[in-house]
């Protein structure tokens, strides 16, 4: 099972509003979001694979009310969310969600990575807490479960929430 891992890439345009929702977990195999243009210069939205080929086009749809609040005199800041399915994306590779301005220039906004399962088991006085906060850390809340031995549902835990990383003692 494969997880998925987003870091957003530094750029150079401030009226560029993009975000990753840290929880999808009610959403298998979609990967949501929202990227918001202030100065309306987005041609084209798209992920593509780390050599460059387009992959999929990215439809900036999704409502968003809370967005359309904040930024009532952008054009369909209301909906301005999208999903990205990532149910065929390939183990270990990498992806990148992508806007082509209206001037031509391609701009990186995040790298998608997927990441095999992580199964930890953590011997004690070993530094399993340091390891456990770090992991947390990297993969995000929702992607780690701590403390199996206290949760009489842990097999469903590890399969209902994708869980990358488990920390047993």
């Known amino acids: 099972m494969a997880n998925i891992v987003v870091k957003k890439l530094p750029n150079n345009l401030d ?21 918001i243009d202030m100065d309306s210069e987005i041609n084209r939205v798209f992920y593509s694979s780390k050599n460059g080929k387009t992959i999929s086009e990215i439809h900036l749809c999704f409502p968003r009310p809370k967005l359309g609040e904040s930024f009532p005199d ?3 800041s209301g909906n301005s969310g999208f999903e990205i399915d990532h149910s065929n994306f390939k183990a270990e590779e990498k992806y990148n969600i992508k806007i082509q301005l ?7 906004l995040a790298e998608i990575s997927t990441v095999n399962s992580i199964l930890y088991v953590h011997i004690p006085k070993t530094a399993g807490s340091t390891i ?9 809340h929702s992607a780690v479960l701590k403390h199996v ?14 869980i990358s990383f488990c920390l047993a003692i």
């Open 149 to 162: 031995e206290s949760k009489s549902n842990w097999k469903d835990e590890l399969q209902n929430r994708n």
């Open 15 to 35: 009226r560029i509003l993009f975000h990753v929702d840290s929880e999808t977990v009610e959403k298998k195999n979609k990967l949501c979001g929202w990227i």
């Open 74 to 76: 952008i054009e369909n």
């Open 132 to 140: 456990n906060n770090i992991m947390e850390e990297l993969l995000g």
């Open 102 to 108: 209206h001037s031509g220039q391609t701009i990186s």
